[in-house]
DNA sequence: TTCTTTTATCGTAATATTGCAATATAATAA
DNA sequence: TTATTATATTGCAATATTACGATAAAAGAA
């Protein structure tokens, strides 16, 4: 197998572990950190900040992109990498109230 | 390849990404609200609760219990998970930080 | 047009993950 | 002691992910 089971787990389940994976990756930590950072939107010097090839770091833009957590815009030769709001802040409420779910259990469970 | 090449990352990068892979699949998303929903520290439950095989859940559940977001206690011939407090706080102030970082470009970069 | 720069895609290799049957282990019950 | 019950581990197959070299594609420069 190998293969996730996504029809034994509801939509919510599915969009989470989704949003997730797409921070299971330092170098895609990485990317998202220097785009926030960035003044400008950044592009291929992603390549140069984080060292893996241009390929690696290609292929890691693409996943965020089709997650929908960034959007590019191409720019001349190069392309501009930036958040997208929208979708970011749908993601943060999604992550925030999986995370922040109250335990109504005694305590001293275990 | 196919090898994550953590020493390119820092500390919290890495972090980030381990404790987001926790999220990263649905079962261990579902094996988590259960663990909060339920009364009880539930413990085999989670195999009928979710439809996967008594071996999978196992090792969703030993997967969480390495990263640290759940603990086990034997009652029994059953084992009771629960939430580990004090990891599960610091892995919110974590991820809560990461996600809610400030974009102070102008919004219109693409 | 041709050259250069930048990014995307293809192909491939290595490793990781997911899932389950079978079996082992641990604790209690009879 | 021998069941029985619950969980963990092992072994394996199928699929996914990560990484990179080579190459293609797109846009501007010469």
């Known amino acids: 197998m190998g293969l996730t089971k996504s029809e034994k787990f509801s939509t919510k389940q599915n969009q989470i ?4 994976k797409a921070f299971a990756h330092p170098a895609r930590v990485a990317i998202l950190q220097q785009i926030f950072k960035s003044n400008t939107c950044i592009c291929g010097d992603l390549v ?3 060292g893996l ?3 690696t770091i290609s292929q890691h833009l693409r996943e ?3 997650i929908g957590l960034i959007k590019g815009n191409i720019e001349g030769t190069s392309v501009c990498y930036c958040i997208d ?3 970011w802040n749908n993601m943060k409420s999604v ?4 995370i922040e779910q109250k335990n109504n259990n005694s305590s ?3």
């Open 17 to 20: 572990a989704t949003l997730a």
């Open 53 to 55: 090839a241009q390929a």
């Open 95 to 98: 992550i925030s109230n999986f």
């Open 64 to 66: 965020l992109k089709n």
């Open 85 to 87: 709001e929208e979708n």
């Open 48 to 50: 140069d900040e984080i």
């Open 108 to 110: 001293d469970c275990c």
